[in-house]
């Protein structure tokens, strides 16, 4: 078993730096559904189960033909004729023997008659080219299960995702410039104590220079309160002047030039860091004050359990101030006053981590569940992350499509730009309801492709006359949508494969923020955009 768990670090090492192992227990034990092994489908597996997730079935009642066996890696010439959901799984089986990979030979229309539930056991569903009839189905009875759907589609130089999640809550959304949570200027007790066992003015010259920076920002600024009337510097002079303050705190050799001090010069480069406010973000004010987070019934998610007792612990122990984070930055100091300050924000964190413990089993016998139902590892977690805590609501697929809550003002503001990637949104709605109407896509057969742009221009026109779009499209995009004949460009295929599976990956580890709630990429152009619809 210890020679099984070293050899999955050793196999999943770089990703385990990413996600840890908790996020690696996520990924092993998800069980991702994909619909229509294509080329963008194969290549998002692919990247699922390189990573190791527990398993995954492929749904897909289509028979491999020579033109799959062109554009997909994970299909050869002595698979056409075969089942595509066969081929494709005893392909991508071989990539990593710790994922158990399974098939179904039927059409989600076929499963979505006889057997609706079916779809309910997943992780994640990731449906790809799916007909606009199929997602709308699908996607409601995902979303009445709460089950997150993936679509999924590239199509010519374009690619597109939709995240459908009612509701996706993040507790690690690791964000890239995360203030540091050091709280000088609201020292608590310990910090207090600990600072009082410091006098720079009685140091020999060793110590000076070894003594952290948390320390000597702190020390000059108790003396700068008592000067300034307990107001901390707040502008950029206020700021400068404390700057200078502090280096003039650097020890002088005996001609009066200040010596080489690292560490004063650190706490001189940190003073920004230093004195951030410590603040609760608006971000976790408003999950504060959601609904969910203040009316705990039995059916509540552990997150709203722990934001609940978060929140009750700001009220009393935190004194309006979240659970202290607990971890330091690394700095210039001697090995032990580096460990010594280090574990003061150590054990407060402890403290307050088992302070939201209390308020935890307590909401839990509140609603008549086991007081041991949330893990003391899962309170830790969440309060070391309780200033980054983020939540996702997308909108249903049938608000989006509905011709009453679709959301015109977010299409109309972005076509003010009529070459912006909200074009290629509307482009690939009138594509589908080309393909509702002749049962094929535009431009397949070369012959027809001048045929079809202005059969493609009545379904676009159409289109936006069902919505009241009062906006113009170049007849350009049509005459590039039915030249694409829907083709599936390996390339773009690959990055779409690649960026949906990422966001999967934030899906089933709960790590990350995912994108809300439309994605669209323009190969051609090399640009992206998120829309919100």
């Not at 089993?361 to 590892?377: A, M, Q």
């Not at 221009?457 to 919505?467: A, D, I, P, R, T």
């Not at 009241?468 to 460009?489: M, W």
Request: aromatic share 8%; hydrophobic share 35%; net charge negative.
């Amino acid at each position: 078993m210890a020679a099984t768990k070293a050899s999955k670090e050793q196999k999943y090492d770089r990703q385990l730096r990413l996600w840890g192992d908790h996020g690696q227990e996520a990924l092993e034990n998800a069980h991702v559904c994909l619909i229509n092994a294509t080329a963008t489908g194969t290549e998002i597996l692919k990247n699922l189960v390189l990573p190791g997730i527990g398993a995954f079935t492929v749904v897909d009642g289509h028979t491999v033909t020579g033109e799959d066996v062109g554009n997909n890696f994970f299909l050869c010439s002595d698979s056409i004729g075969k089942n595509r959901a066969q081929a494709a799984t005893e392909l991508l089986q071989e990539l990593n023997s710790d994922v158990s990979g399974n098939f179904v030979e039927e059409s989600p229309d076929k499963l979505l008659d006889n057997n609706p539930e079916f779809f309910h056991r997943f992780t994640i569903v990731i449906g790809v080219h799916l007909p606009e009839s199929t997602c709308l189905r699908l996607g409601s009875i995902l979303w009445s299960a709460s089950v997150p759907f993936l679509v999924c589609k590239t199509y010519g130089l374009m690619g597109y995702m939709r995240l459908v999640v009612q509701e996706h809550t993040v507790i690690e959304s690791h964000p890239d410039n995360a203030l540091e949570d050091l709280r000088l200027d609201q020292p608590f007790s310990e910090l207090k104590d600990h600072l009082q066992s410091y006098d720079l003015d009685s140091m020999d010259k060793k110590d000076h220079s070894h003594t952290p920076w948390i320390i000597i920002v702190s020390k000059f600024l108790e003396k700068w309160l008592s000067e300034h009337n307990c107001q901390p510097p707040q502008n950029y002079k206020e700021k400068e002047a404390f700057r200078q303050f502090i280096r003039e705190g650097i020890l002088k050799n005996e001609n009066g030039i200040p010596e080489d001090e690292e560490n004063f010069e650190e706490a001189i480069k940190n003073v920004n860091t230093a004195l951030n406010p410590t603040k609760i973000p608006a971000a976790v004010e408003d999950l504060f004050n959601s609904e969910q987070c203040n009316n705990i019934t039995s059916q509540t998610l552990s997150f709203w359990v722990m934001l609940r007792a978060v929140k009750e612990f700001v009220h009393k122990e935190g004194r309006g101030n979240l659970p202290l984070r607990g971890t330091i930055p690394d700095m210039i100091a001697d090995s032990q006053k580096f460990i010594n300050i280090q574990n003061v924000y150590r054990e407060k964190a402890m403290q307050d981590s088992a302070a939201v413990s209390k308020h935890v089993e307590r909401l839990l016998l509140s609603v008549g569940k086991p007081p041991e139902g949330i893990s003391e590892r899962d309170v830790r977690l969440f309060c070391k992350n309780s200033s980054f805590l983020r939540v996702v609501r997308c909108r249903s697929l049938a608000e989006e499509y509905n011709v009453d809550t679709v959301n015109r003002d977010e299409i109309t503001s972005c076509m003010d730009n009529p070459d912006s990637e909200m074009v290629f949104y509307l482009m690939l709605r009138a594509v589908d309801r080309f393909y509702q109407r002749h049962s094929r896509y535009p431009g397949v057969y070369n012959y027809q492709v001048e045929e079809d742009i202005s059969k493609l221009k009545l379904c676009v026109n159409s289109l936006l006359q069902e919505y009241s779009l009062n906006v113009n499209i170049k007849d350009d995009y049509i005459h590039e949508f039915c030249r694409y004949g829907a083709a599936e460009p390996h390339t773009v295929a690959a990055l779409l494969g690649g960026s949906a599976a990422q966001e999967a990956i934030k899906i089933i580890s709960h790590q990350f923020v995912p994108f809300s709630n439309t994605f669209i990429y323009n190969a051609m152009s090399q640009t992206s955009a998120t829309l919100q619809l």
